[in-house]
């Protein structure tokens, strides 16, 4: 969280960060349930609202075992957004142990992982791979 957190913070706001909220869009399809982290472009608001920007999903201790739960929860923001009339081309997510991390990308129906695991010692490059995703977003919405 500290490191939402200080992203939010070097961008003024330009999002909300939604911590343990249930995302049910899909049910008959499994796309339902609690997300560690969401990611909305909606400021100061209380309910989730469109666009959400990305998600987060926290590991104790296995970043393999998080990526296909964030995977499927960024398909849940896609069809999010859509159902809201808020299409997004890229989605992003990101899994954590809270000192390894790994950064996914959803590009219509093409998932792409980053091989690049980055850790909690090297902070300038995890806060820079999440400022890569703020800027797409900023020129981009």
Sequence with gaps: MPILVEIRTQNQDFFTIYSGESLNVDKENGLMGECDY??????????????I?????????????????????????QKFNEQNNKNIDTIYGCVTTANDWQFLKLEGKELSIDTTYYY???????????QIIIDYYKSNI
């Design 120 to 130: 909690l010692n090297d902070l300038e490059k995890i806060l820079g791979a999440f």
């Design 53 to 77: 920007i990305s998600v987060v999903e926290a590991k104790r201790n296995d970043l393999e075992l998080g990526v296909t739960q964030c995977a499927a929860q960024m398909v849940g923001v």
């Design 38 to 51: 969401i990611l909305a472009k909606e400021t100061h608001s209380f309910v989730i609202a469109a666009p």
